[in-house]
């Protein structure tokens, strides 16, 4: 069964709660050790679904979250340990669902630990992971990182010389073959590139990847696409695509696509937007040598060509944002600190910030099936979140402000993790 998809705009939702949202659910023992009753008071809460409480509570017990709500109107366990939060804002952790991690288990655990550094509970590796350490990983806990999704080997048209972890396909029957293979490991997603990398190679025909995507919802798995083009954006919505991993990003967008859009609701844009070609601050990243933060720095400079392309990609994103089509969230490669920018970039692009916050959380948990463990701050989902000195809401670049990360109700040693990442960096 194909799974369901549920958009909430924050501009709709977003309303101050002052009962409480839910009752308390039992303990769980995920094997972390996160087993003391710990109550969170006084935090600004977004939660992840586009409601806001003032002066939020949440219990968390066994690594998960057990009450959420009013302080007054929750059942606080007798000694249970207390969190004074007053005057900080709480967001789920994200949800990256486009990156692409190392194959290899040691420097894959260090990608992510950085991810989690920066907030990520979650990252899904799209395409280009072979070999058993990417499936190994997912079915384990890996403490102080983010969990590690992955979809296997994605699939295209042979392109020698780029990169050979892809299937390459050319036969319907090779299309079929590669998803139920992918299925037998039960990918989070599967990844198609329909692009002909500006006249290199052949892309996917329509017959190819329809192939594809029936196939794939045979096996109740849900596809997503790198595609270029509008043309090919069209022909993908017709033939029954379930997202986008990127953009489009030759032309603007028309009546036609927005059209056949609007009639496909549940198809997911990832905008992974690129450079936005003018100066930025990169002050805040602690997490790579000086040298090298400064030689990123002078290097984020204002570039025409840049914004060019920048302005393409936004002003498509505008325009499917304002017609209601479901946006998630993804930054491509593997930088940790990404989706800071990427959420300072899609405002940049017209979107309400906290809609980007529940692009990056519960809306990503969604297309990757992981909407019952995380995205939102709710009894029974994994205690992943994010403590801020300041609110996103008001000015989107405070998700910086990181005062604290939990993953599985355990805040992470974030001294010690900047330390040993800059330790990796020297070696």
């Given at each position: ?106 420097e894959r655990l260090a990608q992510l630990q950085h ?101 794939a919802h045979a096996q109740g798995l849900r596809v ?24 489009i990003r030759d032309r603007q967008v028309d009546d ?172």
């Open positions: 069964m194909r799974r369901g998809f549920r958009r909430l705009p924050y501009r709709a939702a977003a309303v101050v709660l002052a009962a409480a949202l839910s009752a308390s659910c039992g303990p769980s023992d995920d094997g972390t050790g996160a087993s003391a009753v710990t109550v969170f008071e006084g935090a600004r809460l977004l939660v992840g679904d586009g409601s806001v409480i003032e002066n939020a509570a949440f219990v968390v017990e066994g690594g998960r979250f057990t009450q959420v709500g009013a302080l007054a109107a929750l059942s606080v366990p007798s000694g249970s340990e207390h969190v004074d939060l007053t005057g900080k804002t709480v967001m789920p952790a994200i949800i990256n669902t486009h990156v692409h991690l190392a194959s290899t288990r040691e991810m989690a550094y920066y907030g990520a509970a979650a990252a899904v590796s799209l395409g280009q992971d072979e070999g058993e350490v990417a499936f190994q990983m997912r079915d384990e806990v890996l403490l102080d990182a983010a969990r590690s999704l992955t979809a296997g080997r994605g699939i295209t048209r042979p392109e020698p010389g780029r990169s050979e972890a892809p299937y390459w396909i050319n036969t319907t029957e090779e299309a079929r073959t590669a998803v139920r293979e992918l299925g037998a490991r039960r990918v989070d997603l599967v990844k198609i590139w329909v692009d002909e990398r500006d006249g290199q190679y052949e892309k996917l025909t329509p017959e190819l990847y329809r192939a594809v995507i029936d196939e997503t696409a790198h595609v270029y083009s509008l043309a090919d954006a069209k022909a993908l919505l017709l033939a029954g695509v379930d997202a986008f991993a990127h953009g036609a696509l927005l059209d056949l859009w609007r009639a496909r609701r549940n198809v997911v844009l990832v905008p992974n937007l690129p450079n936005p070609g003018v100066p930025v601050d990169l002050s805040w990243i602690n997490t790579v040598p000086p040298g090298e933060l400064a030689e990123m720095q002078a290097a984020a400079t204002e570039s025409l060509p840049a914004q060019r392309a920048f302005n393409i990609q936004a002003s498509n994103l505008a325009a499917l944002y304002e017609a209601g089509v479901a946006i998630a969230f993804g930054t491509d490669g593997s930088t940790a600190w990404a989706p800071h920018l990427e959420m300072e970039d899609m405002v940049r692009s017209g979107m309400d910030p906290g809609d980007v916050i529940f692009a990056a959380t519960l809306s990503s948990a969604q297309l990757v099936g992981l909407a019952s463990e995380l995205g939102s701050i709710s009894p029974g989902k994994s205690a992943d979140f994010i403590v801020l000195d300041a609110d996103p809401t008001e000015d989107i670049t405070n998700t910086r402000r990181i005062s604290a990360v939990y993953l599985r109700g355990t805040a992470l040693d974030r001294d010690a993790l900047r330390g040993r990442i800059l330790g990796q960096a020297a070696q």
